[in-house]
């Protein structure tokens, strides 16, 4: 079992940066994907980015493509989102997310969740 808790959600003004940091307990096996989605009220869960444990390669929505930047840390068991120049489209509730069987952009297909933190960008 491995669980995850997000941390760093804040309110941040546009053009503004934020780094999010998911902490996880438990094991994360190097064939495993951890993702970040996003969510807000009335909408789906929808793709940020993601980043392919063992390897280190990582996937970006188009949406925060040259903005955002995903890490990880093997000896702290932390995957990190760094978000830089802040649009009011990046406000919701973001999640930290473990794909065990390989890359997705599907919320569906992770199978552990963190509860969340929430990101409000204003204008």
């Known amino acids: 079992q491995v669980q995850l808790v997000e941390s760093g959600g804040r309110v941040v003004q546009t053009g503004g940066s934020l780094r999010l940091r998911c902490q996880a307990s438990g094991r994360i096996y190097s064939s495993s994907v951890m993702g970040w989605f996003r969510q807000v009220p009335g909408k789906d869960r929808e793709f940020v980015a993601a980043?392919?444990?063992?390897?280190?390669?990582?996937y970006y929505a188009d949406s925060v493509k040259g903005r955002f930047t995903i890490s990880r840390d093997s000896g702290s068991n932390t995957v990190d989102l760094a978000m830089n120049n802040l649009k009011t489209e990046d406000s919701g509730t973001y999640y930290c997310a473990r794909e065990r069987h390989g890359l997705s952009y599907q919320a569906s297909e992770y199978d552990e969740w963190g509860q969340g933190t929430q990101v409000t960008v204003s204008s």
């Open positions: 980043i392919r444990w063992g390897v280190g390669n990582k």
